[in-house]
């Protein structure tokens, strides 16, 4: 039964760890903040949760396992809602350099 | 293969201090520093000192990265004239190498091993009711440090509102953002508010047990408080506020009083009453806890601007 989870684990993690790279990578090489924010916050969201779920068959009690689980939710929270107001001031920016740009030829 | 691990995070520690040095603007620079701090408190982990840990990450990157942050957004954006001395840059690095070597060979040349006072805090806990050595070095072995900390704290608010333009530091601190919040920043501060005070006061609860303590959870509370005004859930104190400046005085003067009361009850300065020790200690913890969350809070939001007209 060990076996299966000890399994289980190392592949869930595995996979977490996968994701984790890959966003990381996403937020060094893709060209614009908005997408770079998505990249990163998919890895935080998925990664974590994969391994935390990986991690789920070692924890030595249910408490341990529901703690592990509330760290997942908590950076769900901070995650979403950081990247939204990382978002809104990248569009607010970006207006005002537009706004602040002479406007373009044939534009009333 | 954490023999491994650690040679790694050693790489990876000096390659980030050497990356806030080098880093030519000063935004990334205080971001890299941030991000070096949270790498520096998993070295601390794998020291087995999460107590340091704990309070590295919370205030060594979080508010000083903060503060730090806002001090970048209140610079000119263009560079100063007349430019600083061109001598600056290389003698501040000299003089930190220089101390960095020296603290490296004053640590090569202790003995092995190296002298300890472990043994003795660990024979003398059990006196104390505490289950954390760290909190018991903190707040009994060495009292006088941390009181002397808690001074050092309060007179860097100090030095903070001396740059108010009220002579008297009255009003408010200028509001983090002109706008009003965004939505999901006051959607944050409404649902993380409430779970992060909690972990707040667990940690200064389990501080005496268990790796935790009145920094640690100082500084939780006051990223909530912090957390709250961004997400324009409750206003920035005004700083005449009689209760506000007894809060911020609580935790070093309560200390002191408990202080001078040893005197009377255990017969030295900082000794705490035979038989209540648990008690008072808890009741200083309290008090200083209070007050670090308070005073750090407010380092962030910076000076009072003085009194509001009507």
Redo the contacts between chains.
């Keep these: 039964m060990s076996l299966i989870a000890d399994a289980f684990t190392l592949v869930f993690v595995a996979a977490g760890i996968a994701f984790f790279a890959a966003g990381t990578l996403g937020l060094v090489r893709l060209p614009q903040t908005l997408s770079r924010i998505h990249a990163l916050t998919k890895a935080d969201n998925v990664g974590l949760a994969l391994i935390v779920l990986g991690l789920l068959p070692q924890a030595a009690n249910v408490l341990e396992g529901a703690k592990m689980v509330a760290v997942w939710l908590l950076a769900q929270l901070a995650s979403g809602a950081v990247a939204q107001v990382m978002a809104e001031a990248v569009m607010a920016e970006t207006k005002a350099t537009k706004d602040a740009a002479p406007p373009e030829e044939g534009h009333p | 293969m954490s023999l491994v691990f650690d040679a790694v995070l050693c790489l990876v520690l000096l390659a980030g201090a050497l990356g806030v040095v080098t880093t030519g603007a000063a935004r990334p620079a205080v971001i890299a520093f941030i991000g070096y701090g949270l790498l520096l408190g998993l070295a601390w982990v794998r020291l087995a000192a999460v107590d340091v840990a704990l309070t590295e990450i919370a205030i060594g990157s979080g508010i000083s990265g903060v503060v730090l942050l806002r001090c970048v957004r209140a610079l000119p954006a263009e560079p100063l004239t007349p430019a600083p001395n061109r001598m600056l840059k290389p003698l501040a690095a000299v003089v930190s190498i220089t101390i960095a070597a020296a603290l490296a060979a004053v640590v090569l040349a202790l003995p092995e091993p190296a002298p300890s006072r472990a043994a003795d805090v660990a024979a003398a806990l059990p006196a104390t009711d505490l289950g954390n050595p760290v909190t018991g070095v903190l707040l009994v072995f060495r009292a006088l440090d941390t009181l002397l900390e808690k001074v050092v704290l309060l007179l860097s608010l100090v030095g903070v509102w001396a740059l108010s333009r009220d002579p008297a530091c009255r009003g408010r601190p200028a509001p983090l953002s002109p706008e009003p919040a965004?939505?999901?920043?006051a959607?944050?501060a409404r649902?993380?508010a409430p779970?992060g005070v909690l972990v707040g006061l667990y940690l200064l609860w389990a501080g005496a047990d268990h790796p935790g303590g009145a920094f640690q959870s100082g500084a939780v509370l006051a990223a909530m408080g912090l957390l709250l005004v961004m997400g324009d859930q409750i206003r920035t104190p005004a700083a005449e506020s009689r209760g506000l400046r007894l809060l911020l005085l609580a935790g070093p003067f309560g200390f002191l009083a408990v202080g001078f009361a040893g005197w009377a009850t255990a017969g030295v300065f900082l000794g705490y009453p035979p038989g209540a020790e648990k008690a008072v200690i808890i009741a200083v913890e309290v008090a200083i806890t209070v007050s670090i969350a308070v005073t750090l809070g407010l380092i962030v939001l910076g000076p009072p601007a003085g009194e509001e007209r009507p």
């Design positions: 965004p939505a999901p920043s959607f944050l649902v993380l779970i």
